[in-house]
């Protein structure tokens, strides 16, 4: 179930995604009275194979245009008249240009129907962005809550932190959002370091340059906290045993348990073993015994004794706060892309496609976290699409905005031959992420 839960997550997300991007292509064409011949959410093809695999799980012709359903899950198109696109088709474009074919419009109405898409995500990802603030506004946990310091991952002992060390600042400046400790802005920055206390001494720990390549690969630094058990899931050994919610577990055979991290330390030890619990329900001891998962758990979530605070935001404030958000994800690739052509990020831990995302989901449905990842989705994909490669809008904006300066439009045999290199990265380029997402699996 927790698969099916990711898979179903993937194609939420992604869905409603590629249908807008088309769908800015699309109505920006018609504004311009250029023929749309198909609208296609997902391929109807193996891409790029046009002859390949030709059906669809669904069309309808609707005057000029095909609309339809692919197979192939891995993005849309929208075929425009007169256009060299992803199906090579170059034959009609040596006919003379008629009215309603792309070729025949004026540059700048070509420039923004190849926007279109880019600026239809940009507006999706704001719009989400600026409602979750408004709605939810901003949960956070705050660092003076964090009285009993930090639980160090392996990933963070690397760098030089311990468990129960407590981060009072980050490069030297104090900070309200215990969150803001493993802030992906943070770790991209340049000769970042943490001021710990530890055992009554402050000290400086350097973030070192590669840490975001590792950070989406293993965890990092949680805070250290007392619980009591939250909701007990059904059908595992807690449930079997008789654990309930509220319960406040003091033992594991006869290791004593103060916080969450001893519990799955220790429950991790005894991964595929009978253990006996000791836990406190209306302040008298029960026993329970369970067989712990060969994963190392038992079966519950806990909940924290941290006290979250929110901040909620007027609508004008969340508009500035939800669109800062939105651009941040493409400030953001823009900073680990600068990483990895300086050398400091290593690719094959730091690029992920379909596959590796996928896997990286939770397997438990959560509609806020759903939301708030095709907001930062729709950013993600403008900003891949605005890239100066051929195949992608981003390269026809490089061509229109060449033909708008020079006055002159590229050759068709140098479109032609440039939108086949570009098939040609964009191909090596999803190849590359599938072999990594592979390999790392």
Known sequence: MGVFNQILQILLILTPLVALHEFGHFITAKIFKMRVEKFYIFFDFLFPLQNVGNFALFKKT????????????????????????????????????????????????????????????VITGIVIFVGMVYAY???????????????AHPLAEEIGLKTYDKIVKINGKDYVNFDDVKNIDVILGSNGYYTIERNGKLIDVKIPNNLAEKLGQQPFIDP???????????????????????????????????FYHELKTILSKKAGKDVTITALRNNKEVLFTAQVTPQGTIGFYPVSFIKEDIRKYSLSSSIVLGTQKAFSVVFL??????????????????????????????????????????????????FMNLLPIPALDGGHVVFLVYEIIARRPPSLKFMENAQKVGMILLLSLMAYTFYNDIFNF
Request: a positive charge; proline letters at 6%; glycine letters at 12%.
């Open 333 to 382: 690739q823009f900073k680990a892309f600068g990483k990895m052509f300086k050398g400091e990020l290593d690719p094959s831990k730091s690029v992920r496609g379909v596959v590796g995302i996928t896997k990286s989901l939770p397997t438990q449905i959560s509609w806020p976290f759903l939301l708030g990842m095709c907001g930062l989705f729709s950013m993600g994909l403008a």
């Open 137 to 151: 506004g901003e949960a956070f946990v705050p660092a003076k809550e964090v009285k009993y310091g930090i639980f």
């Open 224 to 258: 250290v906290f007392k619980f009591n058990v939250g909701e007990v899931i059904a059908e595992t050994p807690a449930a079997k045993a008789g654990l309930k919610k509220g319960d406040i577990i003091s033992k594991i055979d006869t290791v004593s348990i103060n």
């Open 62 to 121: 609707k005057g000029d245009t095909e609309y339809g359903l692919g197979w192939f899950p891995l993005g849309g198109y929208v075929k425009i008249s007169g256009m060299v696109d992803e199906s090579m088709d170059v034959e009609v474009l040596k006919e003379p240009a008629k009215p309603w074919e792309f070729r025949a419009k004026p540059a700048w109405q070509r420039l923004i129907v190849m926007l279109g898409g880019i600026i239809m995500n």
